[in-house]
Nanobody
Framework: QVQLVESGGGLVQAGGSLRLSCAAS????????MGWYRQAPGKQRELVAT???????NYADSVKGRFTISRDNAKNTVYLQMNSLPVEDTAVYYC??????????????WGQGTLVTVSS
């Protein structure tokens, strides 16, 4: 079993900042990629940012220059620093990881989601 536990969501005023964290635990041999997705009310889930084990990152155009994804491989944790938040960033943010388990099977894992609400 592999689990992702997210934290750091909440209510913030427009223009403010939040930092999300996601920690992976369980039968982990290696984590290849980690990332964040989000789903706003009435919309499909969309990619926010990803980071692979070597440190290369990828961002949605809508968050480039405002969000920074990082990871601590020793802690199996990924972070998302979100700055200059507009109301449009309101969504449930989901952590995602591509994990190689200790039995060497590959598994894609999702967190339960954390709500980010940006107020005007």
């Amino acid at each position: 079993q592999v689990q992702l536990v997210e934290s750091g969501g909440g209510l913030v005023q427009a223009g403010g900042s939040l930092r999300l964290s996601c920690a992976a635990s369980g039968s982990i041999f290696r984590i290849n990629s980690m990332g964040w997705y989000r789903q706003a009310p009435g919309k499909q889930r969309e990619l926010v940012a990803t980071i692979i084990s070597g440190g290369s990152t990828n961002y949605a155009d809508s968050v480039k220059g405002r969000f920074t994804i990082s990871r601590d491989n020793a802690k199996n944790t990924v972070y998302l620093q979100m700055n200059s938040l507009p109301v449009e960033d309101t969504a449930v943010y989901y952590c995602n990881a591509g994990v190689i388990r200790t039995d060497l099977r590959y598994l894609e894992v999702w967190g339960q989601g954390t709500l980010v609400t940006v107020s005007s």
